[in-house]
T-cell receptor, first 113, second 115 residues
């Protein structure tokens, strides 16, 4: 089955700096890659996603890039703010009957004021 | 509109007890997923429903775990004879369609602690 690895596990940045989180996946059949933000005591919330027919996608301060050849994708957050502090998860999904998500192990992002 | 809701939010069970966890998906959402999230880890897939049909239960860790969605809306995850290793957050997610990858909207989860 699919395996998703995520790095780093923790990341601290100064407010206003950029943050980058990287993930790799194992199954070349995966074609959908969402990123979720999870705050303490809450469920994961989708922040951005990308499909395999696209190399990059941007939404204001958040961008995601996908390299299908290398089987890795990254989340970029620019101009970080304290409210960006949370755990971020990458995930991958294969086209198929269930389309369940396989998640990475998460990155605890701390934005220092 | 209302998001995915789950109840109870917290559950403490003694080892060997049975528990039932409820999920109310977003109205009209066809697909419903259950995930298990251990402390400090990402969610792991348990089972998937399309309307009332359970199409994939490959992630259920043992036959003590059972899920149902009899009318294609509310779903219940039941764990029989709970063990300490069942302690985790159980997340429910729903998505609108079944024909392609759609955004999965997650509920707040039920935190289960088995003593």
């Amino acid at each position: 089955g699919e395996n998703v690895e995520q790095h780093p596990s923790t990341l601290s940045v100064q407010e206003g700096d950029s943050a980058v989180i990287k993930c790799t996946y194992s199954d070349s059949a995966s074609n959908y890659f969402p990123w979720y933000k999870q705050e303490l005591g809450k469920g994961p919330q989708l922040i951005i996603d990308i499909r395999s027919n696209v190399g990059e996608k941007k939404d204001q301060r958040i961008a995601v890039t996908l390299n299908k050849t290398a089987k890795h994708f990254s989340l970029h957050i620019t101009e970080t703010q304290p409210e960006d502090s949370a755990v971020y998860f990458c995930a991958a999904s294969m086209k198929g009957s269930a389309r369940q998500l396989t998640f990475g192990s998460g990155t605890q992002l701390t934005v220092l004021p | 509109g209302a998001g995915v809701s789950q109840s109870p939010r917290y559950k403490v069970a003694k080892r060997g007890q049975d528990v039932a966890l409820r999920c109310d998906p977003i109205s009209g959402h066809v697909s419903l997923f259950w995930y298990q999230q251990a402390l400090g880890q990402g969610p792991e897939f348990l089972t998937y429903f399309q309307n009332e049909a359970q199409l994939d239960k490959s992630g259920l860790p043992s036959d003590r775990f059972f899920a149902e969605r009899p009318e294609g809306s509310v779903s219940t995850l039941k764990i029989q004879r709970t063990q300490q290793e069942d302690s985790a957050v159980y997340l429910c997610a729903s998505s609108l369609k079944r024909t392609k990858q759609e955004t999965q909207y997650f509920g707040p989860g039920t935190r289960l602690l088995v003593l």
